[in-house]
């Protein structure tokens, strides 16, 4: 008789499970959902968003600044120079980034310039190796942004604008 006391116990558990397992689907699937949707999201990471050119020599993924891994990033190359443009159809108010170079480049500097539209650069600064900047942009009313890593390094290496953020 102690083992059927036991196994009581042990099938009560087993049928909770399957009701806990059964609510998350109800849950996610809710037709109100839009995950696509940005435009009523207050913040958007820009790595994920799509360029309005292509991307020339930028790469997103994971990169290391000052011993600090960012999951998201714009990864820049200053031996050739790169460039980005994305469309902000003047639905946003600021862009929040850290600028940077990549732990692992042969490089210890490089120029990274961020700028709207028509106008002069928001972000025209070189940066280096261990000593990153992190910055909040006043975009408000902005078409346009462009992101720039210039051609200035004589070695291979990479700068980088990690955790790209568009604020509302």
Do not use: M
Not at 4 to 26: G, L, M
Not at 59 to 76: F, M, P, Q, R, S
Not at 79 to 102: C, H, M, P, Q
């Amino acid at each position: 008789t102690p083992d059927p006391a036991t196994e009581s116990p042990s099938e009560e558990p087993t049928s909770e499970a399957p009701t806990e397992e059964s609510a998350p689907p109800s849950e996610s699937a809710s037709p109100t959902d839009d995950p696509g949707s940005v435009p009523d999201l207050p913040v958007a990471d820009l790595t994920t968003l799509a360029s309005v050119s292509d991307p020339d020599d930028f790469t997103v993924g994971a990169a290391k600044i000052n011993t600090k891994e960012y999951g998201a990033a714009l990864i820049g190359d200053c031996y050739s120079g790169a460039y980005v443009e994305y469309d902000l159809n003047r639905e946003w108010k600021n862009f929040e980034f850290t600028a940077g170079i990549d732990d692992g480049s042969k490089i210890e500097s490089a120029r990274v310039v961020v700028s709207v539209d028509n106008q002069p650069a928001l972000f025209n600064e070189t940066v280096e190796l261990g000593k990153p900047i992190t910055e909040s942009l006043k975009i408000d009313g902005a078409l346009r942004l462009r992101l720039k890593v210039e051609a200035t390094c004589t070695d291979t290496g990479n700068a980088v604008i990690a955790a790209p953020l568009l604020k509302r």
